[in-house]
């Protein structure tokens, strides 16, 4: 069997990283702690670009993951710029961040790692940070024409202006709020539940009598009365056959019932069909109709060209 052997160990540990990176950093580590399995460095968001690159050439974070976004508005400085990186050589990744504002610029990383370029316009796309020294930071999610920044949340959701794309211009155009009709008041309450005000037409209604409390409560003074118990109960199978087969009982959909001879007719019962005269056979006038039913043969036709 061949043996294959593993650069970077298949788990890495995080014992003396932490230690190992914060001695290395020094005056720009603001903090280090461990979370969810991870070390995660504050950086000065001044010395951000010093910092990685250290972490990239003396430690062997070598390549730059993901650069995200978080927008604390409670916070003197409400955003965080998260960098993600990971140690080929060592199979270990660390988080470093930096804390910025609006009107405070982070500087750049593109002259590290060149996909910094792509990471840094979509956290400026989606939440406003500047990156000073990035000279293509456009907008990368959203069209060229939006106004504001969604992932700050602080920008209307409704108002005076709406966007749609333009055939004509070939782009996302913002223009007036058309409204198709005049905004009504929609009311959508259950009605089961009843409103607390007076629904429109109600005033004219007129006010319903009261109903009298009842003095009395009425019952039912035995079971026959009701129909229930006795003795209702011992006629329930009278006039009722036995089946013919199975022993059940006719009448209760299931079987055929058997006949039952007695001395005395039932009153008006039918007279028994055999004692019926037979009827003589109808006398009709009707022919064969072999002919009208079945087609008649044809001549087989002649082909082309003969006479």
Same mark, same amino acid.
């Given at each position: 069997?061949?043996?294959?052997?593993?650069?970077? @160990?298949?788990i890495?540990?995080?014992?003396?990283?932490?230690?190992? /990176?914060?001695?290395? /950093?020094?005056?720009?580590l603001?903090?280090?702690?461990?979370?969810?399995?991870?070390?995660?460095?504050?950086?000065?968001?001044d010395?951000?670009?010093?910092?990685l690159?250290?972490?990239?050439?003396?430690?062997?974070?070598?390549q730059?993951?993901?650069?995200?976004?978080?927008d604390?508005?409670?916070?003197?400085?409400?955003?965080?710029?998260?960098y993600? /990186?990971?140690?080929l050589?060592?199979?270990?990744?660390?988080?470093?961040?930096c804390?910025?504002?609006e009107?405070?610029?982070?500087?750049?990383?593109?002259? /590290?790692? @060149?996909?910094?370029?792509?990471?840094?316009?979509?956290?400026?796309?989606m939440f406003?940070?500047?990156?000073?020294?990035?000279?293509?930071?456009?907008?990368?999610?959203?069209d060229?024409?939006f106004?504001?920044?969604?992932?700050?949340?602080?920008? &209307?959701?409704?108002?005076?202006?709406?966007?749609?794309?333009?055939e004509?211009?070939?782009?996302?155009?913002?223009e007036?709020?058309?409204?198709?009709?005049?905004?009504?008041?929609?009311?959508?309450?259950s009605?089961?539940?009843?409103?607390?005000?007076?629904? @429109?037409?109600?005033?004219?209604?007129?006010?319903?009598?009261?109903?009298p409390?009842?003095?009395?409560?009425?019952?039912?003074? =035995?079971?026959?009365?009701?129909?229930?118990?006795e003795?209702?109960?011992?006629?329930?199978?009278? =006039?009722?056959?036995?089946?013919?087969?199975g022993?059940?009982?006719?009448?209760?959909?299931q079987?055929?019932?058997?006949?039952i001879?007695?001395e005395k &007719?039932?009153?008006?019962?039918p007279?028994?069909?055999?004692?019926? @005269?037979a009827? =003589?056979?109808r006398?009709?006038?009707?022919k064969?109709?072999?002919?009208?039913?079945?087609?008649?043969?044809?001549?087989?036709?002649?082909?082309?060209?003969?006479?």
């Amino acid at each position: 069997m061949a043996t294959v052997f593993h650069p970077a @160990p298949r788990i890495s540990s995080n014992a003396g990283v932490q230690d190992a /990176l914060s001695a290395a /950093l020094g005056t720009m580590l603001l903090s280090a702690r461990e979370e969810h399995g991870e070390v995660i460095l504050t950086v000065a968001r001044d010395s951000i670009e010093d910092a990685l690159r250290v972490l990239r050439d003396e430690h062997d974070y070598q390549q730059l993951m993901e650069i995200a976004g978080v927008d604390f508005p409670s916070r003197p400085e409400r955003f965080e710029v998260v960098y993600m /990186l990971l140690s080929l050589t060592k199979n270990h990744r660390i988080m470093v961040k930096c804390t910025a504002t609006e009107s405070t610029p982070v500087p750049t990383v593109t002259t /590290l790692w @060149p996909n910094a370029g792509w990471l840094e316009r979509e956290v400026f796309d989606m939440f406003g940070v500047l990156f000073a020294g990035n000279t293509d930071l456009r907008r990368i999610l959203t069209d060229y024409g939006f106004e504001g920044h969604p992932f700050r949340k602080d920008f &209307p959701l409704t108002g005076y202006t709406e966007l749609r794309y333009s055939e004509d211009d070939k782009r996302v155009v913002y223009e007036p709020v058309d409204l198709p009709q005049d905004l009504r008041r929609f009311d959508f309450m259950s009605p089961w539940e009843g409103a607390d005000y007076v629904l @429109p037409g109600d005033e004219k209604a007129a006010k319903a009598p009261e109903t009298p409390p009842v003095a009395e409560a009425k019952v039912t003074p =035995k079971p026959g009365v009701s129909g229930a118990g006795e003795p209702t109960d011992s006629k329930a199978d009278d =006039k009722v056959a036995p089946a013919s087969a199975g022993g059940t009982v006719s009448g209760q959909g299931q079987g055929d019932p058997a006949p039952i001879v007695t001395e005395k &007719p039932e009153p008006g019962a039918p007279e028994p069909t055999e004692s019926r @005269p037979a009827r =003589k056979p109808r006398k009709t006038t009707a022919k064969d109709t072999k002919g009208a039913t079945e087609p008649k043969p044809r001549r087989p036709r002649k082909p082309k060209g003969e006479a």
